[in-house]
């Protein structure tokens, strides 16, 4: 290996820091830049288009960054060079976010492992670097996405099983597996992982319910079929394409009400404040910046004509709600906060969640204390 490449990849690991050394082992096998393409994204406080050829000091610099790596937008409708729009659809994740997610993960040697979201193949990499050559399979919704991925872990010599497909539905012909390694954001934890994990296998992945921040949960999967775990810390990923959650606010007739509450404590509020409001409202919640205001949208993902626009003004006595459809969201949301408090504030480490065939349900302290 270039002797410039190991001191970056030391750095990088440097500045991570505290990680287990089979992970450390791995990044030192895999170095990341085998894995980013010639032209990328860097998502950081801007977006920043990095070119090797163009300028490769600065494509390394950014590629053993902490900072991840957007390699896709829009699906590939949108050309990576025309940073000022698009969606980010697929990137090599931020280093620190990879290397949590494996932790909580902790695959070992002779581990048979499932990975959800192939991406650049760079995670592929360092789970088969972890758990041994041949033990990975690894799934990609994105056909093209794909094809590189397999390309980028031939280059790397690396042997994972590949599959182009719904990573919702697993993969049965190569279970049971020991490890599930979830590499997009899920709303909710299709029953099939659980059903493809052997009784004390892990699942990791990133659940984001699409209310205010994602979170890391670690499941267990029980004797009885069914699976439980507790939310680690924090978790952002791009969503798995089958479950993003859709601009479907349907326009309608709607009333006009004013709050006291400054929408800011809810978009705002810590991270075990955010999993109670969703678990008991079921709704989405997000916020922007129009000129002087701050623009927050509640959303019922089940009836588009079900939404709320909560318009916040600095230094403003009350805001404006509008609200249409019969359901009060606002209300909603601000009745669950308040309950969250009336449970005294309990922080994220003590929520968690069960799956069973008949779904999800997050839970308090115990399961023996489901909420929503």
Same mark, same amino acid.
């Given at each position: 290996m270039d002797e410039g490449i190991a001191v970056r990849i030391e750095r990088l690991i440097d500045s991570l820091g505290d990680i287990s050394d089979p992970v450390k082992q791995a990044m030192r096998a895999v170095p %990341?830049?085998?894995? =980013?393409?010639?032209?990328?994204?860097?998502?950081?406080?801007?977006?920043?288009?990095?070119?090797?050829?163009?300028?490769?000091?600065g494509w390394l610099d950014a590629v053993y960054s902490p900072l991840p790596i957007v390699t896709q937008l829009d699906d590939g409708d949108t050309d990576l060079r025309d940073r000022a729009g698009g969606l980010y659809t697929s990137s090599n994740s931020a280093p620190g976010t990879v290397v949590d997610l494996l932790e909580l993960l902790d695959p070992a040697p002779g581990h048979r492992v499932l990975e959800i979201g192939t991406g650049t193949g760079w995670t592929a990499a360092l789970l088969s670097h972890i758990a041994g050559e041949g033990g990975v399979t690894s799934i990609? =919704?994105?056909?093209? /996405?794909?094809?590189?991925?397999?390309?980028?872990?031939?280059?790397?010599g690396v042997q994972a099983h590949l599959v182009v497909g719904d990573g919702a539905d697993g993969c049965p012909e190569r279970a049971p597996f020991d490890r599930v390694h979830v590499t997009c954001g899920v709303r909710?934890?299709?029953?099939?992982?659980?059903?493809?994990?052997?009784?004390?296998?892990?699942?990791? /992945?990133?659940?984001?319910?699409?209310?205010?921040?994602?979170?890391? /949960? %670690? /499941?267990?999967? %029980?004797?009885?079929?069914?699976?439980?775990? %507790?939310?680690?810390?924090y978790a952002a990923y791009m969503m798995m394409r089958s479950q993003r959650i859709a601009a479907n606010a349907q326009r309608g007739d709607g009333r006009e009400t004013r709050t006291r509450i400054d929408p800011r404590t809810i978009t705002r509020a810590p991270a075990g404040a955010a999993l109670a409001m969703s678990a008991l409202t079921g709704l989405y919640i997000s916020s922007h910046r129009d000129t002087d205001r701050l623009l927050t949208w509640v959303t019922d993902p089940d009836a588009p004509a079900q939404w709320a626009l909560i318009s916040h003004v600095p230094h403003a006595d009350d805001h404006e709600v509008y609200q249409v459809g019969d359901r009060p969201l606002w209300d909603e949301v601000v009745n669950a906060y308040f309950q969250w408090m009336d449970w005294g504030e309990p922080g994220r480490n003590r929520f968690g969640m069960t799956v069973?065939?008949?779904?999800?349900?997050?839970w308090l302290d115990?399961?023996?204390h489901p909420i929503g």
């Open positions: %990341r830049h085998r894995f =980013v393409p010639q032209v990328a994204l860097v998502a950081g406080d801007t977006t920043t288009v990095i070119d090797r050829d163009a300028d490769p000091s990609e =919704v994105d056909a093209a /996405l794909a094809e590189q991925a397999a390309k980028n872990l031939g280059d790397a909710a934890v299709p029953y099939t992982w659980v059903e493809q994990t052997r009784p004390g296998g892990v699942i990791a /992945l990133p659940y984001d319910p699409g209310f205010v921040v994602g979170h890391a /949960l %670690r /499941l267990t999967v %029980r004797p009885d079929g069914t699976a439980a775990g %507790r939310f680690a810390g069973t065939p008949d779904g999800q349900q997050v115990t399961p023996q």
